[in-house]
């Protein structure tokens, strides 16, 4: 009786250690603060340093990646449109951050992809961003904003 008792004990304080700490990570990853809209926040990142990267990792959780694009990479309000609608036809990154006014622009993966792949994705859609770019006519540009461009306040338009 004493052994079973023994068992039951020791079960039930695992148990609990395991829930505890579970509770403590939960915990620690809910008290990860990601408002890209909050000016305070994006003081926190406006040293970080891009070099000749489109994107940097900047923050990691126990589930997400966080990055920020640099925006002042690309040379017209069209480029950057073309981008984000690059990006919204991908599975890896999640824009998270729709305020392309900015200079640098906040995007989520999961921690299931390897940050060297989503950094490489950037880039690979920057580069077909700019390939797309130099083979479309000013006119077809325009065009195309006409019907692409929803990041324009309604005020503007």
């Not at 068992?7 to 809910?30: D, K, M, P, R």
């Not at 966080?66 to 990479?73: E, Q, W």
């Not at 989520?108 to 490489?120: G, I, K, P």
């Amino acid at each position: 009786m004493k052994q079973k008792s023994f068992i039951y004990t020791c079960f039930f304080l695992s148990l609990f250690f395991l829930g505890s700490s579970g509770l403590i990570v939960a915990q620690h990853e809910s008290e990860l603060w990601i408002a890209p809209s909050n000016p305070d926040f994006r003081a926190k990142y406006a040293d970080v340093e891009f070099g000749e990267a489109i994107a940097v990792k900047v923050i990691e959780s126990q589930t997400k990646n966080y990055f920020i694009v640099d925006l002042t990479k690309f040379n017209s309000r069209f480029e950057k449109i073309w981008y984000i609608n690059l990006v919204f036809k991908e599975e890896k990154i999640v824009n998270i951050d729709p305020d392309i006014a900015n200079d640098r622009l906040w995007f989520q993966a999961s921690r299931q992809y390897d940050e060297s792949d989503v950094l490489e994705l950037f880039a690979s859609l920057k580069e077909k961003t700019d390939q797309v770019s130099l083979k479309m006519t000013l006119q077809e540009k325009k065009e195309w904003m006409v019907k692409n461009d929803k990041y324009q306040q309604r005020n503007m338009r």
